[in-house]
C-alpha cells in the first residue's frame, strides 16, 4: 500500500497570508489527524477528522482550519500567517480510532517570511 | 489532559551498546504508547508499541516496558548500529483513550562508530 502522502513538500509565505496544505491517507483509512513540529514546542496536536467530521481539537487558534472529503483526503488551512507558524505539518492516517497506530506522512515544510 | 515528559533529551552511546530512553504520563486511563523514530527530513515513524494489558513488548533488538502503577513506560534498544543514529519520540493518547496523542520531547540519540 502507498503512504500518506503530503503536498506540498516545501512552502514560503509571507506574514498576513494563508496557506492550504493536503494529505492523501492510506488507502482503506478514514482517520486523519494534523500535527504541527517545532523544534521549541515539539509535535503538537492540530485536530483529527473521521468520516468529514472533525472529532477533536488542540490548542490552537482558530486561524487554523481543517477538513475532511468523502475520500478521506484532507486539508488543512492557515490564515493570517504569523511568523510563529513557521513548522513542519505532519499528517497521520489510521483506520478508524482508538488506539490503533497512526501512521505519518513526510510533512509539509512551511517558512514564513 | 495528558502530560508525557521523556528524558534524555540526547543520548549518545557506542556502536554495539545499548540505549534506553524514558517516558512518564500523567494520565492514569493512558492505555496505548507508541514510540516513533523520525530520521532527518522524514515523518515520525513508528518502530514499536505497548498497550496496558501487557508489560513488556519485544521485536528484535527494541523493546518497549510499561509500569502502569509508576506510570512510566521505557524504550530498549540493545546491540545499537549507525542507522539506529535518530530523534526518538514517545506518545500516549490526548484524553486517556482515543483520538490524537501528546508526544514527549523527543530523545536524540546518537551512535558513535
Known amino acids: 500500500k502507498a503512504g500518506v502522502t503530503q503536498t506540498p513538500r516545501y512552502l514560503i509565505k509571507t506574514r498576513g497570508q494563508q496557506v492550504t496544505l493536503s494529505c492523501s491517507p492510506i488507502?482503506?483509512?478514514?482517520?486523519v489527524s494534523w500535527y504541527q513540529q517545532t523544534p521549541g514546542q515539539g509535535l503538537q496536536f492540530l485536530f483529527e477528522?473521521?468520516?468529514?467530521?472533525?472529532?477533536n481539537k488542540g490548542n490552537f487558534p482558530g486561524r487554523f482550519s481543517g477538513r475532511q472529503f468523502s475520500n478521506s483526503r484532507s486539508e488543512m488551512n492557515v490564515s493570517t500567517l504569523e511568523l510563529g507558524d513557521s513548522a513542519l505539518y505532519l499528517c497521520?492516517?489510521?483506520?478508524?480510532?482508538?488506539?490503533?497506530?497512526?501512521?505519518f506522512g513526510p510533512g509539509t515544510r512551511l517558512l514564513v517570511l | 489532559g495528558e502530560n508525557v515528559e521523556q528524558h534524555p533529551s540526547t543520548l549518545s552511546v557506542q556502536e554495539g551498546d545499548s540505549a534506553v530512553i524514558k517516558c512518564t504520563y500523567s494520565d492514569s486511563a493512558s492505555n496505548y504508547f507508541p514510540w516513533y523514530k523520525q530520521e532527518l527530513g522524514k515523518g515520525p515513524q513508528l518502530i514499536i508499541d505497548i498497550r496496558s494489558n501487557v508489560g513488556e513488548k519485544k521485536d528484535q533488538r527494541i523493546a518497549v516496558t510499561l509500569n502502569k502503577t509508576a506510570k512510566h513506560f521505557s524504550l530498549h534498544i540493545t546491540e545499537t548500529q549507525p542507522e539506529d543514529s535518530a530523534v526518538y519520540f514517545c506518545a500516549a493518547p490526548l484524553r486517556g483513550g482515543a483520538d490524537g496523542l501528546t508526544f514527549g520531547k523527543g530523545t536524540h540519540l546518537i551512535i558513535q562508530p
Open positions: 477528522y473521521f468520516s468529514e467530521t472533525q472529532r
Open positions: 497521520a492516517s489510521r483506520t478508524s480510532g482508538g488506539r490503533e497506530t497512526q501512521y
Open positions: 488507502s482503506g483509512h478514514r482517520s
